[in-house]
């Protein structure tokens, strides 16, 4: 069945993109960047504030300092419902680069 969510759905946030395991204890538990949907003024305006730090990962980088222009990063609850990573949503709108695991669907 076809996914009940559209991009009107996500709009409000400025940063989304699929969760990322817990187990990765990242200061940002959201925002894989392979599939997401970001603002391209607060996107500009991150740029022109901060230096991109190549030892981030890109997606990383942007979901920690977006907060420096005051730029929203859609919370689990919402971004599960968005794309799937790693993380088992039953009715995302797409998957990416999908690499469940055994148990990861209940």
Same mark, same amino acid.
């Given at each position: 069945?076809?996914?009940?969510?559209?991009?009107?759905?996500?709009?409000?946030?400025?940063?989304?993109?699929? *969760?990322?395991? =817990?187990?990765?204890?990242?200061?940002? $538990?959201?925002? /894989? !960047?392979?599939?997401?949907?970001?603002?391209?003024? #607060?996107?500009?305006?991150?740029?022109?504030?901060?230096?991109?730090?190549?030892?981030? *990962?890109?997606? =990383?980088?942007?979901?920690?300092?977006? $907060?420096?222009? /005051? !730029?929203?990063?859609?919370?689990?609850?919402?971004? #599960?419902?968005?794309?799937?990573?790693?993380?088992?949503?039953?009715?995302?709108?797409?998957?990416?680069?999908?690499?469940?695991?055994?148990?990861?669907?209940?």
């Amino acid at each position: 069945k076809r996914c009940c969510f559209t991009i009107q759905d996500y709009v409000q946030y400025d940063y989304i993109g699929a *969760p990322w395991r =817990v187990s990765l204890k990242l200061r940002v $538990p959201v925002g /894989n !960047g392979g599939f997401s949907f970001r603002s391209k003024i #607060k996107t500009i305006k991150l740029l022109e504030k901060k230096r991109y730090d190549e030892s981030t *990962p890109e997606d =990383v980088w942007y979901g920690i300092n977006l $907060p420096l222009v /005051n !730029g929203t990063v859609a919370p689990p609850e919402i971004v #599960k419902t968005f794309s799937v990573e790693a993380l088992y949503y039953e009715k995302p709108m797409p998957l990416h680069k999908l690499s469940l695991r055994k148990g990861d669907i209940k």
